[in-house]
């Protein structure tokens, strides 16, 4: 884990790590199961956009993750750039709720 403890950090551990866990769940979750192309996978989320949100929501829990490690290691001007990133994602999966 990172030891810096500064704002921008955070945002971009918040923004990324989502993108991991995305990356992640179509590797371990998705292809091994349904034999899907990444593209096509991409596809079937833009078919079906009322996955989107529930997606997004799986991709935000390592963003509680490392949330949690950086509060412990009590690096805290970084895990509030972190929540800041995941309370955006929350107003955008409530958006998205919305909008579907």
């Known amino acids: 884990m990172l030891k810096k403890d500064n704002l ?10 989502p993108l991991v866990m995305f990356l992640g769940y179509y590797y371990f979750v998705i292809k091994p199961h ?16 009322q996955m989107i ?7 935000l829990l390592l ?3 490392v949330f949690y490690l950086y509060t412990r290691e009590r690096l805290d001007v970084t895990a509030k750039g972190i929540f800041l990133v995941t309370m955006l994602y929350a107003i955008c999966i409530l958006l998205l709720k919305l909008i579907n």
């Open 8 to 17: 921008q950090l955070g945002i971009v551990l918040g923004l990324l790590t």
């Open 34 to 49: 349904n034999n899907v192309s990444f593209v096509q996978f991409l596809g079937i989320l833009k078919d079906n956009r």
């Open 53 to 59: 949100p529930k997606l997004v929501s799986i991709c």
């Open 63 to 65: 963003n509680g993750v």
